[in-house]
């Protein structure tokens, strides 16, 4: 549990290029940067406004991810009994859910430096794990690896790992978990009544 | 993680006869079905015990700590902290035989007790010394020494059976209990006690708005977190199969779904090539 914080607060950073076909790297190096700068400004995100950081990430960081693949990869074996509806509706759920534990993180953002590891990719993978490293001073340096899929729309990241935990995988649990008790309906349910609980990300 | 500066020797004595009675009676305990974690009855309760005591006497201290005190101070006395630790990190390292992390360790603990006054200042960090993390129960799982089950520690939070075990030990190689005087040594163990909690505040925020079930979440979190510490890995690159999930045709569906997410398991278990075998990942209690 320790740095679960520093967990989902960069989990958030695996972003954003303009360039459909910028190299997976410098699209996570670039996109972070780039929020990372405006949350440095942004006095209102660095004091607990969830809504703002939402709306950042939200045009910053969303266009970037595989909400689809990151579900599915959540849900797990139990993805291909929902009906396709219902999988849009989890994609849906989740994805809010996800975007607003981030956009919280965020807030909680200081002074941590971020290093970005070289590469070590075939120039024509289609798959990569992009590595990076968060320091702050008087604690160990948290790992954050971002991994990327190479699709028509340019490299999308689909998990992301802390500290050896995949924030998308560590749901399976608890899905699984829900869903043997009341069905992809109480999955969707729970999820539903999860983002209702907290829309609007009221100021902390 | 949420320590009360209470007698230590107590404590400890508290510990142990709850591990005790906890592994006698572990077997008739019957959870959910996880298979790491037999005592699923036992850990619920402590875990929102815990989330209890956290709520009335840790957050708020820790909330209270962080608003009067300057931001320089926090920084350095989470440092200082970091410093005496880090004696007890490079043993471990050198009890795994990474001989040359337990050097960097002495170089750390040297450079930042001198230069860094006692410990105020990473000043080893700045020059390239990374700070490690280590304790006992990971060098007992470097040995080769199972989980044996995922524990909730009284006080403590989250841990496993092996990592509860070796806790006595992490205690004594605490240099703060090496102090004489009582009441200084009882204000260090505060003061660490609540920079600790700091140091985790908005993470409650995050279980409660970002999961479904903050208890498996948090469970599933621990273990994975720990089995990477432990082997100082690196995630595995097994993801591929997880394409098979989206697109496998409905004749082969079951088969091939089931295929990819057992391989997902066992490769998110598996987070290093495994030098030894973990008798806790098959054992059935």
Known sequence: ?204 | MTATPVDRTSRLQRVGATVAIVVLTGCATTGSGHPDDPLEGYNRAMFSFNETVDKAVMKPLAQGYDYVTPKPVKVGIGNFFGNLADVWIGVNNLLQGKVRDALSDAGRFLLNTTVGLAGLFDVASDIGLEKHDEDFGQTLGKWGVGEGGYFVVPFLGPRTIRDTLALPVDFKADPVGWLQDVASRNVLYGVRAVHDRYTLLGVEKTLEEGTLDKYTYARDYYLQQRRYRVFDGRPPRARGDDAAILTAPDASLEATTSAAVQRLDLAALDLAPRAVAFPGDTANP
Do not use: C
């Open chain 1, 1 to 204: 549990m320790k740095r679960l914080i520093s967990i989902f607060l960069f989990s958030l950073f695996a972003q954003l290029a303009l360039a459909a076909d910028a190299a997976p790297d410098a699209l996570v190096r670039d996109v972070t940067n780039d929020v990372l700068t405006i949350v440095r400004q942004d006095k209102a995100i660095q004091s607990g406004d969830t809504r703002k950081a939402i709306d950042l990430v939200e045009a910053k960081v969303l266009p970037h991810f595989d909400f689809k693949r990151m579900t599915a990869l959540a849900v797990g074996r139990d993805w291909r009994q929902a009906s396709p509806p219902q999988q849009d509706q989890l994609i849906d759920a989740f994805k809010s859910l996800l975007v607003r534990t981030y956009s919280n993180a965020l807030t909680q953002y200081r002074d941590q430096t971020i290093d970005f590891k070289p590469l070590r990719a075939q120039p024509d993978d289609t798959d990569v794990l992009v590595r990076t490293e968060v320091k702050q001073s008087g604690a160990r340096p948290v790992q954050i690896d971002y991994s990327l899929e190479k699709s028509a729309a340019g490299w999308k990241v689909y998990d992301v790992i802390v500290g050896g935990v995949s924030l998308v995988t560590n749901y399976r649990g608890s899905f699984a978990q829900e869903i043997k008790a009341s069905g992809i309906d109480g999955l969707i349910k729970s999820l539903q009544a999860k983002n209702k609980e907290f829309a609007g990300g009221a100021k902390s």
